[in-house]
């Protein structure tokens, strides 16, 4: 399992790095996505992968790191989900007014480039 | 009067000052003068237990965690300055009154006046390094704002920026230096420094504290090779120039010198550098002045000159020239300043400071031209006046010192060649304006100036006499005083009195004297007739050609550095900056390589690995689509995001995994709005050579990618392969029952234990979505995206739905999605059911404020969708920005009840009630919060959802464009 994990961050990594790298606002903000859940499921990693050990406190379960897994991660990760969404929409927004703005969806705001 | 009242009295005033009416130069005056004479006399009346050799110490607790007091401290020293400053502050408000005009805002003037008052008492007075550094830079920035008072005047803008690059340059220097200090003598307590400066002396660092510390002494008392600021910063008002660069600012730099003169003192490097600077620039400063024309001008370099005197004399390492530089400091002081009066009487008066054209004004301003011949000759070093002592004892130091055999002789030389240089300026200064034929081409005829304004300079010039004449009465004490504790408490033998007998300081006098007159009458010809426009040979050692060469080429070099690093195109900066994260983490690979650790594996899934390897080839299909499809590529992403969920929950992280789908759905109907405004993108054949070129670099940014995904994978399977580490969250475990009161520990972190973060959050998204409005609110869409989408065009143009009407259609939905329509609607309340339990149960299972508040957003875009924009909001009035200010006060106010009642910010309190039906009840005020946290998600969410989606309706507008240029029907 670690195996694929750490593939599918890796895979999720690339294309969107590659699609950071593009000259089109909606390829960028693709990208941007495919990063967001790259590294939210790469910080949620570090805190360790365990099957069945939710972080809900049961009742007669010692509290402790070998009966829970790690919440601290995922509490980090959630801000990391909500904050995501605000920033894709703010891009949104940013890429729409600039198209409306110089005519065209490239990052540079033309199609020439200098 | 505390000390501490004292040092905020000119910083009150200064408040005060700043809100006084635009004319009130009377009452601004009043408050300077009244605010500095109140200071003066308090420290004056300190003079009992100072000469006592007592020290006035007030230490306030500023930031106890780090050992750092607000200390202040006044010895002999520090009162001998703290007079001056409020003394001479006194004078030169009154002065001021009368030379400022009344077209002058002087509310600023004053306020910044006294402002700098305030910081150079807070210099002086600093009982702590690092507090004078703090007033130090606030000098320099308050000397910046007084020269470009006049800031419509270029010269005046100029002239404070030089001031303030090179004293702030120089300041940053100091803090450096005085860090290195405080780490060489184990505290920035100047007590402790002061005491320890065998050990400073020891130190190895201590070369390049001193040099840093010098720096900024130097700079900042104008001494080469970093004179050049001060006479340019003459373009101040002239009380400015007599008071900042005359009497007290410029000398914080040898007030430094002198302050730290027991500790940093004593050493070969001390001698060359200061010394050295100080002998230059006193030389360098007295040629310069001669050949100035404006009266400012020629004070300026004589003020850099006798600045470099007193620099030269602290440098000199021995207990007699400490003394004799304190001296010195005082006279220069008095005669400096009201010469620099004089010249501002003579400039208000007669219109001009250029003394080629200023002549025989004796005979129209009689009082004024006595007053500053006789100041003038106390910058001479006449006899009779208290500039002739302290050049004396000056003179007799270069003679008596004790060096290498050419110092020796160099610097009697160098002292009579300045002395000889100060007695032709002081000539030029008094010959040239004051006797002569009247001159006849002045802008204004001159006057006496009104009785108060000539009080200032009268004051003064009567201390210069009267130390001149009895200097054992009038300043034996002062000077026992204050020179004490800067050559460490115990004073060398000396006497103040005007007759030694016939020695080698009175010959060096002499020769000065007689030099000085011959070399100003040899001078007058060739001056007159316009041959000497510059000082000869000084031209070599321009600082301020250097300074603007170095100023030129560093900015040259930032853009260049600029033009290198972030190019304009973005692409090419995404791919530095990626490159350089690649880089950054690499680095600290390289000696050990990554290696996999032992922990025992999960067993692996078969359809997990199935799902995931669906989701890697969706993210590497939406990667290849993203420019043509971008509805496929969409959809991709979307399958990515859905699988990131699945292993969330598959690997226990529940509210992950619910915060992540209800995201995905919200995040992909944002962009399905967006969409729409996109140009439609085709694909062009490409010439050759570019398409070579293109190749190229798709290749280079697939190579990073790879890259950067491979390290990523790589990091992330060497931590998985790694036992967990035992950190902070055992804590979070332990504690979420008993403090925290719920069984939810991710829900109790966001809520309690990181509750300050998850404002700090929801704050974020409140902003954001308040942008997004603000900008939409603006929108302009490209002009092809306008037209209705080829789907709306094909409907029947008389079809009453508000996809094609949007302003006018009566019912929606008619005959389109009608049974979806109900079905939706039907789903509202069941959300929000869903989205109440998800809430109420947050604190112990999965769910909370941020999945509900989602949950919300998510059942009334629904109706959006299903319905139209105009038929929801006519029935719904949903108003996302009223939910989110209340949201956020909710937080808030829920934060600020446990501060109103005596706990820190955001502290949780549950409480327990055992109520009927219900039974037992927990009620957490966390609750409260995330009650906010829920009202701000429903608010901004929709806020963003809604505003995007009233950009269909507003560019419809009946009437406003043409509806479509394709023939109704056509494909």
């Known amino acids: 399992m670690e195996e694929i994990i750490a593939t599918a961050i890796g895979a999720l990594a690339a294309s969107g790095v590659w699609l950071v790298l593009r000259p089109r606002t909606y390829q960028v903000i693709m990208g941007l996505c495919l990063l967001s859940y790259a590294v939210n499921l790469f910080i949620f990693s570090m805190g360790s992968l365990f099957i069945g050990k939710e972080p809900i406190i049961r009742e007669g379960i010692k509290q402790d790191l070998l009966h829970y897994t790690d919440p601290l991660p995922q509490a980090l990760v959630l801000t990391a989900i909500v904050i995501g969404f605000a920033m894709t929409a703010l891009f949104l927004v940013v890429l729409l007014a600039a198209r409306g703005l110089t005519g065209t969806d490239h990052v540079d705001g033309g199609e020439k480039q200098p | ?971």
């Open chain 2, 1 to 971: 009067m505390s000390l501490i009242a004292l040092l905020l009295l000119p910083f009150i005033g200064s408040c005060l000052a700043a809100v006084l009416p635009h004319n009130a130069r009377n009452t601004e005056s009043l408050l300077a003068g009244g605010v500095a004479l109140v200071g003066a006399v308090q420290v004056a009346a300190w003079f009992g237990p100072i000469s006592r050799g007592e020290v006035l110490v007030e230490s306030y607790t500023w930031l106890p965690s780090l050992g750092l007091n607000l200390v202040l401290r006044v010895d002999g020293f520090a009162w001998l300055f703290a007079l001056l400053v409020l003394g001479m502050g006194a004078l030169v408000s009154l002065y001021a009154r009368y030379y400022m005009s009344p077209q002058d805002p002087v509310p600023r003037f004053f306020s910044f006046f006294l402002a700098f008052m305030g910081s150079m008492l807070g210099v002086v007075m600093s009982g702590n390094l690092l507090q004078l550094v703090f007033f130090w830079e606030l000098t320099s920035l308050f000397s910046f704002l007084l020269i470009g008072y006049w800031h419509h005047r270029r010269d005046a803008r100029r002239g404070a920026y030089m001031a303030l690059v090179v004293t702030g340059m120089g300041g940053l220097c100091l803090l450096a230096g005085v860090l290195l200090l405080g780490h060489i003598a184990g505290s920035y307590e100047l007590e402790q420094v002061l005491a320890s400066g065998e050990r400073i002396r020891q130190h190895g660092l201590y070369p390049a504290m001193l040099v840093l510390v010098l720096l900024g002494a130097l700079t900042k008392s104008a001494q080469f090779p970093f004179h050049f600021w001060l006479p340019r910063a003459m373009a101040a008002p002239t009380p400015v120039s007599a008071y900042l660069h005359s009497a007290t600012m410029v000398k914080a730099g040898v007030f430094l010198l002198a302050r730290l003169w027991p500790a940093l003192s004593g050493s070969e490097a001390w001698f060359w550098i200061v010394a050295g600077a100080g002998a230059c620039t006193l030389l360098l400063g007295a040629w310069c002045a001669i050949f100035q024309h404006d009266l400012k001008g020629l004070l300026a370099y004589s003020t850099i000159s006798h600045l470099g005197l007193i620099t030269l004399l602290l440098g000199l390492n021995s207990d007699l020239a400490a003394v004799a530089a304190v001296f010195h400091l005082i006279n220069h002081a008095t005669f400096k300043a009201s010469l620099f009066m004089a010249a501002g009487i003579i400039d208000h008066e007669s219109g001009t400071r250029d003394i080629r054209r200023l002549s025989g004004l004796a005979r129209m301003l009689p009082f004024t031209a006595t007053l500053a011949m006789v100041a003038s000759a106390a910058m001479a070093g006449v006899p009779l006046m208290n500039g002739f002592l302290s050049k004396e004892m000056f003179f007799a130091e270069t003679v008596f010192i004790d060096a290498t055999p050419w110092v020796e002789v160099a610097l009697p030389v160098i002292a009579t060649l300045a002395g000889t240089f100060s007695v032709a300026y002081s000539l030029r200064f008094t010959v040239d304006v004051f006797f002569g034929p009247p001159a006849t081409d002045l802008p204004h005829t001159p006057h006496e100036p009104p009785r108060w304004m000539r009080l200032p300079v009268e004051l003064l010039v009567l201390a210069c006499l009267v130390v001149g004449i009895f200097p054992a009465w009038a300043i034996g004490p002062i000077l026992a005083t204050s020179a004490a504790p800067v050559v460490g408490g115990v004073l060398p033998a000396y006497s103040l009195a005007i007759w030694h007998g016939f020695n080698a300081p009175l010959i060096m006098s002499l020769i000065a004297m007689l030099a000085g007159i011959a070399l100003y009458m040899s001078m007058r010809r060739p001056m007159r007739e316009g041959r000497l426009q510059r000082p000869p040979l000084a031209g070599l050692l321009d600082g301020q050609r250097i300074f603007e060469w170095l100023l030129l080429h560093t900015r040259r070099t930032a853009a260049a550095a600029y033009r290198r690093l972030a190019p304009r195109p973005l692409q090419a900066q995404l791919f530095l900056l990626v490159a350089a994260a690649l880089l950054a983490a690499a680095w600290p690979l390289l000696p050990h390589g990554l290696s996999w650790g032992s922990r025992p594996k999960i067993a692996g899934s078969g359809m997990f690995v199935v799902l995931w390897v669906i989701a890697i080839a969706c993210a590497v299909g939406a990667a290849w689509q993203a420019k043509y499809h971008r509805l496929a590529a969409l959809t991709m992403v979307g399958v990515c995001g859905l699988m990131t969920c699945i292993t969330f929950i598959w690997f226990s992280a529940p509210d992950l995994a619910l915060t992540q789908l209800v995201v995905e759905v919200v995040t992909t109907i944002l962009i399905l709005l967006g969409l729409r405004w996109l140009p439609r993108r085709l694909e062009l054949a490409e010439a050759p050579g570019q398409r070579l070129r293109a190749r190229a670099r798709r290749l280079r940014d697939a190579l990073l990618a790879i890259g950067v995904g491979g390290g990523m994978a790589a990091l992330a399977y060497a931590m998985l392969t790694r036992p967990t580490p035992n950190d902070i969250s055992g804590f979070y475990l332990r504690r979420a029952l008993p403090e925290g009161g719920g069984t939810n520990v991710v829900n109790v972190m966001l809520v309690d234990f990181r509750g300050f973060d998850t404002l700090g959050e929801i704050t974020v998204l409140a902003v954001v979505s308040l942008t997004v409005f603000a900008l939409l609110r603006r929108f302009r869409p490209a002009r092809e995206s306008m037209q209705l989408p080829p789907q709306q065009q094909r409907q029947e143009p008389d079809l009453e739905m508000d996809l094609i009407n949007a302003r006018s259609a009566p019912d929606t939905a008619q005959g389109v999605m009608t049974v979806p329509a109900v079905l939706v609607r039907l789903v509202l309340p069941i959300a929000l059911v869903v989205a109440a339990s998800l809430f109420l149960r947050g604190h112990n299972e999965p769910g909370g404020g941020f999945v509900a508040g989602l949950v919300v957003s998510v059942a009334f875009i629904l109706q959006y969708m299903v319905a139209g924009t105009q038929w929801v909001e006519a029935r719904m009035p949903l108003r996302p920005l009223r939910w989110l200010g209340a949201g956020l006060l909710c937080a808030t106010a829920t934060g600020l009840g446990a501060v109103a009642l005596g706990y820190p910010f955001l502290t949780t309190h549950t409480a327990h009630w055992v109520l009927p039906l219900f039974g037992e009840v927990h009620l957490a005020s966390a609750l409260f919060f995330d009650v906010g946290v829920f009202t701000v998600v429903v608010g901004s969410t929709l806020l963003i959802l809604t505003a995007l989606a009233h950009q269909a309706v507003r560019a419809h507008r009946p009437g406003h464009l043409p509806r479509a240029t394709a023939p109704k029907g056509a494909a």
